[in-house]
């Protein structure tokens, strides 16, 4: 499986710095994010739940 980051959906393999928690709301969806986007605060969307966050 290939991991991007749910933001901006690059590949974080390559990355340095890039973080994998399950989502605040349902715990069931595993939230990936690279270091640029958790940064800038972009926002990111649960896939199950819809929950969203910075």
Known sequence: M????????????????WVRFPCPACGE????RCEKCRKLTVKYKCQKCKFEGP
């Open 2 to 17: 290939v991991m991007k980051c749910v933001s901006c959906k690059k590949k974080v393999e390559t990355e340095n710095y």
């Open 29 to 32: 969806e595993e939230i990936i």
